[in-house]
């Protein structure tokens, strides 16, 4: 009898719980807890002294400030981002995620709010030029990411035998394996690769073309029931491009000039 | 009821990589417990010797493996040696630092075992003409492996869990091959409590079949 009035206490907790929107208990909480990934710059990384920066940083710091709240940077490295907010343990998930279809199955999708695009990044020395060059060899990936999808599907269809793909835990481990010799390339956004060549850890890391993949457009999260709160997402987007926001801090954290289009032609979002 | 629909037949589509995965968990388990055994005994002799080289040495590789994390031997087995330019796969890097780890806590369940057998039958053993070594084989070490059964098979239990770990260094054991099929719609729960079953499945096994072992062999 006990038991059977805790499970119905904790069926109606639960369901209460649920039912408010992200929207409304940020705004009363005054705290947006935001999942990012914060070891790949620079879109995502830790200053000199360990404090989170970088475009998604600066971006869940406007999402908190739209919403007069302030912004709880979680870290959520590459495989945790997804579970991170199907758990509860984020509101949101600013972290450079591919807005794939299988991903939309666990969580709700706002429209892109970045775009970069993909290379082939090497090591000097492994004699790989290009994407072609690819097969035979060993290369590497950060488990669950699309770009380990596209470069299995790609392993599958060469059939060449000696091609093998390790994917490891996070970014951090695949930039190591890579510089070790433990594989000889990972396909990496542009932007990041560029940094971490430029950042001397890797010394001996170097760029060798592009991936024949469409430009890697990148979605900000939320839970996958919470409409209200998705909506208010997409508005919030649609708001940093039209404030002309996005703009600045692509130039902030990428490359002066010209932000990429977060649309693509042919085709509404 | 927590808002969240499970999708289970994700999980059936995977089935056949995630006992492929189970399978190499057992066998990792298997290999790194019988070559923790070979290591470990010896050691176990060494420790109660209680002085010289072989003393220090065992003493040194049972601190290291039972007073740092596994995770961390697996690391320095993958990424550590890298360091130094030796390259090990990830099936090799989680087998010898497995090795390593149960080596240590190995030798000291058969230190404890040691001490339950009295000094005298070695001494037995030699005065009927078999050396020290053969004194070991043919009389400590038959009686040695009833007395350290419980601890053995906890022992084999914990190898079977640690082989998880592989899965930071891009293993598909189990616990990789789960991530790995989970990880393109992100369906986790799904995926991690068929997992945990399938774990639980096989510590039992191992429990069952340890009863069943015990029961026919080493009953007195």
Known sequence: MNKTVLVMAMALAAGQSWAASTLDTVVQAKVLRCGVMLDSPPSGYRTADNQPAGYDVAYCDDLAKALGARAEIVETPSPDRIPALVSNRIDVLVASTTNSTARGLSVAFSQPYLSVPIAVLTREGSGIRGWDDLKGHALGGVTGTTTEQFLKMAIGSWKVPSTHYVGYGNDNDSYVALEQGKVDAILLSVPVSTLLIRSGQFPHLQLAGMAPMPPDLLAIAVKRGDTEFLNWTRLFVWNQVASGRYKTLYNQYFAPGDAPSLSIGGVDY | ?220
């Open chain 2, 1 to 220: 009821m927590f808002g969240y629909t499970f999708y289970w037949s994700l999980v059936w589509d995977a089935i056949p990589e995630l006992l492929a995965g189970a399978w190499l968990t057992v066998q990792l388990a298997a290999l790194s417990m019988l070559l923790g055994t070979v290591f470990g005994l010896p050691l176990a002799v060494a420790r109660r010797q209680g002085e010289g080289r072989a003393y220090r040495l065992a003493t040194a590789w049972v601190e290291l493996a039972r007073n740092t994390p596994t995770l961390f031997q697996i690391y320095m087995m993958y990424f550590g040696l890298g360091a130094l330019g030796i390259q090990i796969s990830s099936y090799w890097a989680v087998l010898i630092a497995l090795t390593f780890n149960n080596t240590g806590y190995l030798a000291e369940i058969f230190r404890g075992g040691l001490a339950g057998i009295a000094r005298q039958q070695l001494a037995a053993a030699r005065s009927l003409g078999l050396n020290q070594r053969q004194g070991y084989l043919h009389v400590v070490f038959p009686q040695l492996l009833r007395i350290v059964f419980p601890g053995y098979v906890t022992q084999a239990v914990w190898a079977m869990l640690n082989t998880s770990l592989g899965m930071l260094v891009g293993l598909q054991e189990l616990s990789g091959a789960a991530q790995s099929a989970q990880s393109v719609s992100f369906r986790s729960f799904e995926f991690f409590l068929i997992t945990a079953l399938i774990y639980y499945v096989i510590a039992k096994l191992i429990e069952f079949g340890a009863r069943a072992v015990f029961w026919r062999w080493l009953r007195t």
